[in-house]
């Protein structure tokens, strides 16, 4: 295994500390630059893995530094954003409604149910504590009322007499 250049060594470093994985960092530096290396090799320039005790302290400063800035980066990826994400989703409903595809519209529309925050779920929601005293008070005070007076509130009883000839009908006779 030949030394690698700085200039390799830096490209690996810097792949690794953008979350890359190995195989992924070996395919690039042999497009890049030409060399075949192992994922071994370019583990070992991974400061977060034990098999890279040795690694200088450059390389180090150079994996944390980096890290750092793509972290901070991520921020400014618009497909990290909430809101964009959200738009796109939009777009592609509409997209699938005109196209007739409701079933694709039913997922997208789940997925950004999902990606607000958990609010695509199959759960009986509670009401709301308060509001359900407040049922039970009222409930209770109607209770109460009635026990006071059982009859206030109903209707006149109506007397209905049947059967009875009416004397002074003429055609009675």
């Known amino acids: 295994m030949a030394a690698l250049k700085n ?3 830096s490209f690996i470093v810097q792949a690794l500390a953008c979350f890359d994985t190995p195989s992924q960092v070996v395919e690039s530096v042999k497009n890049e630059f030409g060399e075949v290396l192992t994922r071994q090799q370019v583990e070992s320039h991974d400061p977060t893995k034990a098999c890279s005790k040795g690694l200088a302290v450059k390389w180090q400063t150079l ?3 980096t890290r ?3 972290r901070e980066q991520t921020a400014e990826i ?5 809101a964009y994400r959200l738009r796109a989703m939009n777009r592609f409903v509409e997209k699938a409604e005109t196209m007739k595809n ?3 519209a039913m997922q997208i529309l789940e997925q950004a149910a999902k990606e607000v925050g958990d609010a695509y779920v199959n759960r009986r929601v509670e ?3 308060s509001l359900d005293d407040e049922i039970k008070r ?6 109460q009322r009635e ?3 059982p009859n206030k509130g109903l209707p006149e009883p109506k007397q209905v007499i049947i059967g009875v000839e009416d004397a002074s009908d003429p055609e009675a006779e």
């Open 7 to 9: 200039e390799v060594k």
């Open 63 to 65: 994996f944390h530094d």
């Open 68 to 70: 750092k800035r793509f």
């Open 78 to 82: 618009p497909i990290a954003n909430r």
């Open 102 to 104: 409701i079933g694709l």
């Open 127 to 129: 009401p709301d504590k």
């Open 138 to 143: 009222l409930n209770i005070q109607k209770l």
């Open 147 to 149: 026990l006071e007076d």
